[in-house]
């Protein structure tokens, strides 16, 4: 019998072109799965940004347009002012029981002695650590403060610098995501002819401009984000838009 051994020519493996070729397309296959997470992720990430852009200003119209129809001593004349304003560093709007004090994106992201800061033996760095309430106070952002009568409004005549702000019962409007977010700008106009002379209430506008706290990946004046093209820029990650607020003051210009 003869046990020579038979080759059979219809059994043949993968060729090496052919296992190339399978490993190429399983390459492509898996770099577009990946970038296709990527660019869900960097979608996800820019609805959250602009999610929370939104729930902030929400909550500043709210607190300030509640605030400055229930303050009866609110007052826009230079010699009793309750609103201070300075672009190089941001701001304060005292209004009786509650005063709003904020620190502008460019203050915030250089050194700038001017700007709102916590007080207290504990401040350290760029925060401060409250004992009474067991926590820690960073960099002012925008926050409201107790300030009956409006205290944090009146310059010392003497050093020319408005009080730093007791970190005790402070609270930080704008600190409530994973996304740190800035003012950029604020303002506040009125007119006389904005006064009903019927029923005295004086008529105010708020505009203010909030966005990502990233000052690199905006433009020089901070009002719109860089192109994709220019350096700094961060167009995924970068959002800012403005807002404007028109309430009716009931003790008005006095």
């Known amino acids: 019998m003869n046990l020579a051994h038979k080759s059979h020519p219809n059994k043949e493996g993968f060729t090496l072109v052919e296992l190339l070729l399978a490993m190429t397309f399983i390459s492509v296959l898996l770099l577009t799965i990946a970038l296709t997470i990527i660019q869900i992720a960097t979608i996800y990430n820019k609805g959250i940004l602009l999610k929370e852009l939104n729930q902030v200003s929400r909550t500043l119209n709210d607190e300030l347009d509640t605030a400055m129809r229930s303050s009866t001593t609110f007052s826009e004349l230079p010699a009793r002012s309750r609103y201070v304003n300075d672009p190089s560093w941001g701001g304060r709007m005292c209004l009786g029981q509650y005063s709003y004090i904020w620190n502008y994106g460019t203050a915030l992201s250089a050194v700038n002695t001017n700007r709102n800061q916590y007080s207290g033996p504990n401040t350290v760095g760029n925060s ?9 106070r960073y960099e002012i952002t925008f926050v409201k403060v107790p300030d009956f009568g409006g205290a944090y409004c009146v310059r010392n005549l003497v050093t020319m610098r408005y009080p730093n702000i007791n970190p005790v019962g402070a609270v930080e409007l704008m600190r409530t995501g994973d996304h740190s977010l800035a003012i950029h700008s604020l303002s506040l106009v009125s007119a006389a002819t904005a006064k009903d002379a019927l029923s005295a209430q ?15 990946a905006l433009n020089n004046t901070q009002t719109a984000c860089k192109a994709p093209n220019i350096a700094g820029a961060d167009f995924n990650y970068c959002s800012i838009q403005q807002f404007t607020i028109v309430t009716r003051v009931v003790s008005g210009v006095n």
Do not use: A, H, M
Not at 128 to 136: C, M
């Open 202 to 216: 004086q008529t105010y506008k708020v505009t203010y401009t909030l966005g990502t706290s990233n000052i690199s």
């Open 128 to 136: 401060v650590f409250d004992r009474q309430s067991g926590t820690t």
